[in-house]
Structure formats: structure tokens, C-alpha cells
């Protein structure tokens, strides 16, 4: 009997035809990968421009370019990504339980502010906060996402209270503990335990959108490029950019790959809940009881 119940295994003539087909693929792949660098050799992209990370003009050295792109940038957009995390976290956990509240007059504003926080661009948000309220150029770039990612992590985190069985609040209400109690004691730590890898995926968008940051004048990773390219001239555009991209794939395949990890832990743990037995203690035998 196959082992899927859906389809029967492929047979000898199939599994060479996927062979041929894979090869094929392949080779068209790589034949497209030499095409399209060679056409940028023959352009000149491989030309002297790319010594601006091992001999920049001048008077800059290596050191300062990778410090500016590396330090001054990419920290400028961690160090908001981080701030913006725990707030937009915190006032997660605020809309979703009063969005969850059984009270409609207290419902009913929560997901009208959830609605139109996710509804207005991110950079919007930014302008907002930079022309409305005069708030740095940091500030404003936190304060944007803050609140848009708020309001993602909110539904994120109903959706997790939405996902428990039902019985945990009467089984907290029965032992005599109020709504608050039972969310914070019983429900919100497996909330975010569920939600965990969705949690670490969306704070992965928030990194990505850090990048708007520069329209506003923060100077964060792209707009540290912008700078560097306008300092030493146009045809240093591409090598920057090429780095710029290679140190957010880098960032956000490292942050992406620990959700999958996350997710993958918390899954073998519960696997291993459910296979969990009760031993005896040693030494102590089964009593087979019999009736009269």
C-alpha cells in the first residue's frame, strides 16, 4: 500500500522524467544567471567602481565606508526597530484585550482604531508624527511604526486568544479568577507562546519598513547609502546599493530563519507533551484488582 493515501508513489519512468526536467531547469537557470553577467560585464558594471569598499577616492578609506554603512546605518535601523518593537507590543496587548472585551462600548472603539491604524501607510504615519506633533526624525519614524505594527500584532494576538479552548476562562472563572487574571495568568503566555513565530515574522516587516525612515531624513541604512553615493559620485551607486541589499537579506533571513526555528521547537515540544507518559515510581508493582 503507497504511503500517501492521496497519490501512489512516482514509478522508474516518472522519476527519470523529473530527473531530465530538473537538469534541464537547471542548466536554463544557469544559462540565464551567464547571460545576464555577462551582458554586465560588457556594460562595464565590473569596472573600478566596486574598489570603493577596498580603496574608495577621496581621502576615505575602506574603514570608513563600512563603518558608515554598517555602524552609523544599519544601527540607525536597528536602534529604531527595537524601540518601535516593544511599544507597538505593548500597545498590542492593550487593543487586543480590549478588543476581545465582551462590552461593546469598549469593543467597538478598539477595532475602530485597529481598522484605521491598519489602514494608514506607514509613512504617513511618519509625516503625521514629524508635522503634526514635531517630533524628531527618530521619533517620527517610531512613532510610525509603532503604531501601524500595533495594530498587526493586535489582530495577531486575538486571533491567538480566539484559537484557546473556550473552557479556560470558565475553568478561571470557576476557581474564582476575574478576566484580567485569567488573561494574564492563563491565556496571554500561551497566547504568545502560539503566536510566537508570527510575532518574530511581523517584527521582521517593522525592520523592513524602518526603511521609509529616510524619506523623512532619519538616517538610517538606505539613507546612509544615498549619502555615500551623492559623496563620492553616481557610478558608486550600484556597489552600495548591491551591499545595502546583500546586509537587509542577511538581517532579515537571520530573523526569518529563527521564527521557522521557533516554530519548529514549539512544535516538537507539544509533540512531545502529548507522547509524555506517567511512570511509576521504581519498585512499585501493578495490582490487578478483580471484582467479587
Request: net charge positive.
Amino acid at each position: 500500500m503507497s504511503g500517501n493515501v492521496l497519490y501512489d508513489a512516482p514509478g522508474p519512468r516518472t522519476l527519470r522524467i523529473e530527473r531530465i526536467a530538473s537538469i534541464a531547469v537547471g542548466v536554463l537557470i544557469v544559462g540565464f544567471l551567464a547571460w545576464v553577467v555577462v551582458g554586465m560585464i560588457d556594460r562595464g558594471l565590473f569596472n573600478e567602481r566596486w574598489a570603493i569598499f577596498t580603496d574608495p577616492p577621496r581621502g576615505q578609506s575602506a574603514e570608513d565606508v563600512w563603518y558608515s554603512l554598517l555602524v552609523r546605518g544599519l544601527g540607525a535601523t536597528l536602534r529604531a526597530a527595537a524601540v518601535a518593537a516593544p511599544i507597538a507590543l505593548a500597545l498590542a496587548f492593550v487593543l487586543a484585550i480590549l478588543r476581545t472585551s465582551g462590552l461593546k462600548l469598549v469593543r467597538g472603539p478598539a477595532v475602530a482604531i485597529i481598522e484605521l491604524l491598519r489602514g494608514m501607510p506607514v509613512l504617513l504615519m511618519m509625516f503625521f508624527g514629524l508635522l503634526a506633533f514635531g517630533l524628531t526624525s527618530f521619533e517620527a519614524v517610531v512613532f510610525g511604526l509603532a503604531l501601524y505594527n500595533a495594530a498587526i500584532v493586535a489582530e495577531i494576538l486575538r486571533a491567538g486568544l480566539a484559537a484557546l479552548p473556550k473552557g479556560q476562562v470558565e475553568a478561571g472563572t470557576a476557581i474564582g479568577l476575574t478576566r484580567w487574571q485569567t488573561l494574564r495568568i492563563i491565556q496571554l503566555p500561551q497566547v504568545v507562546r502560539l503566536m510566537l513565530p508570527s510575532l518574530i515574522s511581523q517584527f521582521v516587516v517593522l525592520l523592513k519598513d524602518s526603511s521609509l525612515g529616510f524619506i523623512v531624513g532619519y538616517p538610517e541604512l538606505l539613507r546612509t547609502m544615498q549619502l555615500n553615493y551623492s559623496f563620492f559620485g553616481d557610478q558608486y551607486r550600484l556597489p552600495l546599493f548591491v551591499a545595502v541589499l546583500a546586509v537587509y537579506l542577511i538581517v532579515n533571513v537571520t530573523l526569518s530563519r529563527l521564527a521557522v526555528y521557533i516554530d519548529r521547537r514549539l512544535s516538537e515540544r507539544g509533540q512531545h507533551a502529548k507522547q509524555a507518559t506517567v511512570l511509576l515510581p521504581a519498585g512499585l508493582d501493578v495490582v490487578e484488582t478483580k471484582g467479587p
